[in-house]
């Protein structure tokens, strides 16, 4: 199973800041089968990033993903009030398919 | 509009049984892969099951293999989890999703709730 461990558990940020968030896998992934997901509270996941870098339909281009291998990067370049939520990152590479346990983006 | 709507949910005791259902509309629901995806209480996501269009292709997570099944019925637009043996681990909101072209969970479902209690 590819474990995807995200850093930090927790950021704290002020609207206008940039956001890097980070996902590394235990085996490499190939980036067409890495993804970046947004969830609020009490909201179903909402696909953010998909190839590691291709932002999907609708998202806004402050949103931005790279990366190979092993070590992905989700940047979020101006913090919207929006954009305050918990992020996942996730490989369909091999099964089982799996994600990493979440980047919390509060408010400073 | 497209959209995936589950049911089925509710509070089940242990050991017990319980099927989910998930409609989709608004788009061409037999040629898209399909998931099942939950989140338990507080926690992160994990990806459950899988089914191709066809529905020839079947996979499991290891931690509900041999428990649950999953099936669909694309002449009703429909997807299905069959939940046997259900323990408090089960206890969560289950998403049904949809699996893009572009190799990711391109649209999910509103999710709902399982509680595996006595």
């Known amino acids: 199973e590819i474990v995807m461990t995200q850093s930090p558990a927790t950021l704290s940020l002020s609207p206008g800041e940039r956001a890097t968030l980070s996902c590394r896998a235990s085996q490499s992934v190939s980036g067409s089968y890495l993804s970046w997901y947004q969830q609020k509270p009490g909201q179903a996941p909402k696909l953010l990033i998909y190839g590691a870098s291709t932002r999907a339909t609708g998202i806004p281009a402050r949103f931005s993903g790279s990366g190979s291998g092993t070590d992905f990067t989700l940047t979020i370049s101006s913090l919207q009030p929006e954009d305050f939520a918990v992020y996942y990152c996730q490989q369909d590479y091999n099964l089982p398919w799996t994600f990493g346990q979440g980047t919390k983006v509060e408010f400073k | 509009e497209v959209q995936l709507v589950e049911s089925g949910g509710g509070l089940v005791e242990p050991g017990g049984s319980l099927r989910l259902s998930c409609a989709a509309s608004g788009f061409n629901f037999k040629i898209y892969n399909m998931n099942w995806v939950r989140q338990a209480p507080g926690k992160g996501l994990e990806w459950v099951s899988y089914?191709?269009?066809?529905?020839?292709?079947?996979y499991y997570a290891d931690s509900v293999r041999g428990r649950f099944s999953i099936s669909r019925d694309n002449a009703k637009n429909s997807l299905f989890l069959q939940m046997n043996t259900l323990t408090a681990e089960d206890t969560a909101v289950y998403y049904c999703?949809?699996?893009?072209?572009?190799?990711?969970?391109?649209?999910w479902g509103h999710g709902t709730m399982v509680i595996v209690s006595s």
């Open positions: 089914i191709n269009g066809a529905g020839t292709y079947i």
């Open positions: 999703v949809r699996f893009g072209v572009v190799n990711a969970f391109d649209l």
